[in-house]
């Protein structure tokens, strides 16, 4: 009997924001990993990056401000370093909880790019805010250097575009190992943004929405279910307002319809929602489950959480 497939998106909860935090978040994350691979699905795992890349990016940054002879870190460059750490330690948390119970796979991390097309319009309105705070001037030279930045609390940070995912180059490496039976990390922080110049791919200065690079992740995979683990219970309507409004269940035409009346924030929900939409599609096999994962790594299920379907 062919096993089912499930891609696991993991949200900032899942990983903490500080190194020991994540060395811990981890540990309580593999017990929910190590569920459904218990279960016999094959698990393929992507992650979220914010506060690891945005730690990454500001260190760097202050680095080459003390030390001018050296070359600035593109953005591309700070993803890739966050996937190789991120990972490193989630991979090392599942295994070590896969062997407690008795149970031997291989857990493998891919250094994942995943191309964007540079005509997004992302690219002419950027607003995903990342780096340390800079003084006016350092801004400025950021501006002269075709770098955006805005003005924040304390001064300036950069702001780079968010384009959307177009194809994942090592999707065939992943296929494999996920058909070899193995667990894979993949597309961390929604994956490396790079375009593609004839045979070259060159790094974008870029954030891709990690939900939806889980969403084609798992289409590309052709996923039974994708598992969008966040910071509350359920979807909900009307949130934090009175009437709010859980939801157990929803269908594609009803989260189309909640998305096109501005339920969802722009910088949380919506884009579940949307990666909802697109891996669903006309399917009526696919289902995407968003729940939170709590402190305990209690097993995560079709009880819990907002169950989407077609």
Request: with cysteine.
């Amino acid at each position: 009997m062919k096993k089912k497939k499930i891609v696991i998106a993991l949200g900032h909860d899942a990983l903490g924001t500080t190194l020991p935090e994540q060395h811990e978040a981890t540990k309580h994350t593999a017990k929910a990993v190590a569920d459904f691979i218990r279960d016999d699905y094959e698990v393929v795992i992507t992650h979220s990056n914010g506060p690891q890349v945005g730690m990454i990016h500001t260190a760097m940054s202050e680095f080459c401000r003390i030390y001018p002879e050296y070359t600035a870190t593109p953005t591309a460059v700070c993803s890739a370093m966050s996937q190789g750490y991120i990972g490193y330690d989630l991979q090392n948390a599942i295994r070590t909880e896969l062997l407690g119970r008795g149970i031997y796979k291989t857990v493998s991390t891919i250094l994942t790019q995943v191309v964007v097309d540079p005509y997004d319009e992302a690219f002419y309105h950027p607003t995903k805010i990342i780096g340390r705070v800079m003084t006016e001037a350092e801004a400025e030279e950021e501006e002269k250097k075709g770098n955006h930045v805005t003005q924040v609390e304390g001064g300036y940070r950069r702001v780079v575009a968010a384009p959307k995912p177009v194809d994942i180059v090592e999707k065939d490496a992943i296929k494999a190992l996920v058909d070899a039976d193995q667990v894979v990390i993949a597309c961390g922080g929604g994956g490396i943004p790079v375009l593609a110049q004839d045979n070259k791919l060159q790094g974008a200065s870029a954030v891709i929405e990690k939900d939806l690079a889980a969403g084609k992740l798992a289409d590309t995979l052709d996923a039974d279910r994708l598992v969008i683990l966040t910071s509350v219970d359920k979807v909900c309507l009307n949130y934090g307002k009175e009437d709010e409004k859980p939801l157990d269940t929803m269908t594609v035409d009803e989260a189309k319809k909640y998305l096109a009346a501005g339920e969802f924030d722009e910088g949380t929900m919506a884009p579940k929602i949307e990666a909802a939409i697109d891996f669903i599609g006309d399917s009526a096999i696919r289902s995407v489950l968003i729940t939170k994962l709590n402190k305990e790594g209690k097993t995560v299920s079709g009880g819990m959480g907002t169950l989407i379907t077609k």
